[in-house]
């Protein structure tokens, strides 16, 4: 149908107005009106936008078309068309995949070609702008330049979407693409039209995941007179087609609006059937967008924060959000999932987890957890045990059902212990240290046997090498406590060598970590500024990152590099040297402060090492710079990847004045309180209080500490006295008090308390 361009404008118009006024009836309240889910869509943030609930199956939202690194969520800011609705999206990661099951509505004759980013007039993409958008954790809603109003919410298992045609349009649309995907390929659909009401399909696709299955069934409120499949773009005048399948729904009239729940399921479309009628069995949008809201205002309670700084507010609890989206249930209601080996396993009385970005996570995010998930914790080391039962070893980056390989060492291994080492119950821990014994010894895991038989990985047999090695020690110190409570000694001796095995990599010659040949020697010539992405020494780092990498003994680095002084030298320059990482340095290293960066994972710990050799002060400075010049409010305002909520978990623990450098010890560093008054809502109805007297943007340095009263001399706290409930009061001022943790019994130590 062919109209006005004035026409069409004057509709446009009308439905923003109708759109505004719908958008303010959901009213918004407490912590969750804070969120500002743009934060992070720009630059390298790689956040998701769109509607779910915390670790939710489905992150229902918009797709652009995808162009590369910076679409790794199918989202980012910059961009001004949308090719549809997909259910499944990743939050933050550096690797693309997921956009399953893409949906969008449109208006005109039937179309089935996308479009592409410099002309998509023949396709049914759209072009969009932001002030026809609105964006918060349970609802999504944006006016499409094609007139076309979509919202969307979701469950647990299943997105409803809603699309509002625009008035006098004759011709109205919705596609099902089951081709597009975000950076991965299908190579099995499948759909049907089951009635008027129900569509079933599946895509199985191969991306970063190796495979991923999804189920869906889409529900209607309205009947589709027809659902015209094709299959490679040729159609199949057939009610169900396999191939590579598309499909379009027309109606006998194009509704004003049409309802749509879409369930998914990585076990059958029973299942998917099941998730939509369990969890959104009726047709009240708005009812499903509250109950949304109410699960995030439930999550973003257990951690209240008063300041008067409402930037600073807003980013912790856009922050705090980030932290609760993954890891995602990979379990339908009844407890069925696929697993790693392509098996159907049945109500498993746990819930199961996928989206494990353990290598980053390991070093705050899974802390936090212990101290506010703790319920959860269980079910993720469970559903890390379940994957080893499915592929023999522990995981290192699980992703819909499969293991991606991606980063080094085998960091489920740390987490399960500091689990274990806290005294988190609800997995058989003999279970849980077989798992890791098998995991540690594997000869077929990236480096291991030579771990064993020469105590260093070569650098001329493996790329990467070097920081592979070094992720095993971290790990392997976990595994050495875990032994000794366990009674096992032989373990605890031999794990404790591995432990210790960066000293292997130490070139005092020069200072640094430095890789080593597989005969023995110095890789020369040898610059530690130098960084080679994925084929040189260092993982998405360079050797002065790595240098500092021993957050499981930093007492040990300390004495390889004679003593504190000559460390906080070391350190200090690590802090202020420039150079050139070269032409093949990883994307991934940002947030740049000398040789620091903070947009990856490796910096995370060094700021915090400064306590070590009794000089906190000097970690209060640069806590306090990196959470004011890292951590905004804008659309560029993370950083580096957000990294499944890792870089927001650090902000997180170092806002409210501690982190957890030893991943697996309980041991929380202080550094520089953010806010005047923090609640850490815990287990048994206890609440940890966190008070920051005289604090201030100028008054960063902690003066003197009070635990529950009583005057307090030590640089970090315990977890167990976290989790004991009562109050830490941290005097602050604008000058350094340099014997505060200086003495030696006051500084934070490796070894188990």
Not at 172 to 194: F, K, P, R, W
Not at 694 to 702: A, E, F, L, Q, R
Request: proline share 4%; hydrophobic share 35%; with cysteine.
């Amino acid at each position: 149908m062919k109209i006005t361009k004035s026409v069409f404008c004057m509709t446009l118009a009308a439905v923003a107005l109708l759109w505004a006024s719908e958008s303010n009836a959901i009213d918004t309240k407490g912590n969750y009106k804070l969120i500002d889910s743009y934060i992070g869509s720009g630059g390298h943030g790689h956040v998701f936008v769109g509607a779910g609930v915390p670790f939710g199956a489905v992150q229902v939202g918009p797709n652009n078309i995808y162009k590369g690194w910076d679409w790794c969520s199918g989202y980012h800011y910059s961009d001004s068309i949308i090719i549809g609705f997909s259910q499944t999206h990743l939050n933050g990661t550096g690797c693309a995949d997921m956009g399953d099951i893409l949906m969008m509505p449109y208006t005109g004759k039937v179309r089935i070609k996308r479009g592409e980013q410099n002309d998509i007039s023949k396709g049914y993409a759209s072009y969009f702008k932001h002030t026809n958008e609105t964006v918060s954790p349970a609802f999504y809603s944006v006016l499409l330049n094609n007139g076309v109003k979509v919202e969307l919410t979701a469950s647990k298992h299943a997105g409803f979407h809603k699309y509002i045609f625009p008035a006098k349009i004759a011709e109205g649309h919705v596609i099902i693409d089951l081709m597009e995907g975000n950076g991965n390929q299908a190579d099995s659909t499948y759909m049907c039209l089951v009635d008027a009401y129900t569509i079933k399909g599946y895509r199985f696709s191969k991306g970063w995941s190796p495979r991923h299955k999804v189920f869906f069934v889409a529900k209607m409120n309205y009947p589709v007179t027809s659902l015209s499949l094709f299959d490679n773009d040729i159609l199949v005048k057939k009610k169900e087609a396999y191939g590579k399948i598309k499909g379009v729904l027309s109606f006998d009239k194009t509704p004003a609006q049409i309802l749509i729940k879409v369930g998914i399921s990585s076990v059958s479309t029973a299942n998917a059937a099941a998730n939509i009628q369990a969890e959104i069995p009726g047709w009240n949008f708005i009812g499903i967008v509250e109950k949304g809201k109410l699960l995030w205002e439930k999550e973003l309670s257990l951690i209240s924060v008063e300041t008067k700084d409402n930037v600073k507010k807003q980013v912790f609890y856009t922050s705090l959000y980030h932290t609760f989206i993954a890891p995602v249930s990979y379990s339908d209601v009844n407890g069925d999932f696929r697993g790693h080996n392509d098996k159907v396993y049945t109500h498993v009385p746990y819930t199961n987890y996928s989206t494990l970005s353990l290598w980053d996570t390991y070093r705050a995010l899974n802390p936090l957890f212990t101290i506010i998930q703790t319920a959860r914790v269980s079910d993720i080391v469970n559903s890390m045990l379940g994957i080893f039962d499915q592929q023999g070893r522990l995981p290192i980056w699980p992703l819909a059902g499969g293991e991606t390989d991606c980063m080094p060492g085998y960091s489920s291994v740390q987490i399960i212990a500091d689990a274990y080492l806290k005294g988190i119950k609800g997995f058989d821990v003999d279970r849980a240290y077989h798992a890791i014994k098998v995991s540690t010894t594997n000869p077929n895991q990236r480096g291991v046997p030579a771990v064993m038989e020469k105590g260093f990985i070569p650098c001329d047999k493996i790329h990467e090498a070097t920081s592979i090695a070094m992720e095993y020690a971290v790990a392997d110190w976990g595994v050495a406590q875990m032994a000794k409570r366990l009674g096992k000694q032989a373990d605890f001796e031999n794990y404790s060598r591995r432990a210790d095995y960066f000293k292997n990599y130490f070139d005092s010659s020069i200072g640094f970590i430095r890789p080593k040949m597989n005969d023995g020697s110095w890789r020369t010539p040898y610059d530690p500024i130098r960084s080679i992405h994925g084929v040189g020494d260092f993982t998405e780092g360079n050797g002065w990152q790595y240098t500092f990498f021993a957050p499981q003994n930093p007492e040990g680095l300390i004495a390889l590099m004679n003593g504190d002084n000559r460390f906080v030298k070391k350190l200090d320059q690590f802090f202020t040297e420039t150079g050139d990482m070269g032409p093949d340095a990883s994307s991934d290293i940002s947030g740049l402060i000398g040789q620091y960066a903070h947009g990856n994972e490796p910096s995370h710990h060094i700021a915090y090492l400064y306590a070590f050799a009794g000089q906190q002060w000097k970690t209060a400075e640069r806590v306090r710079f990196i959470m004011n010049e890292f951590y905004t409010n804008k659309k560029d305002g993370i950083i580096g990847n957000e990294d499944c909520g890792q870089m927001s978990a650090w902000y997180i623990l170092s806002s409210m004045g501690f982190y957890q450098v030893n991943p697996s010890n309980g041991l929380f560093v202080f550094g520089s309180p953010l806010f005047d008054k923090v609640s850490i809502a815990l287990p048994g109805n206890k609440t940890f209080t966190v008070l920051a007297d005289n604090n201030s943007d100028k008054n960063i340095y902690i003066q003197k500490v009070e635990l529950n009263g009583q005057p307090y001399t030590k640089s970090y706290i315990l977890y167990k006295d976290i989790m004991a409930g009562g109050t830490i009061k941290f005097y602050m001022g604008s000058k350094p008090n340099y014997n505060y943790g200086k003495n030696p019994q006051d500084r934070p130590v490796s070894e188990m308390k």
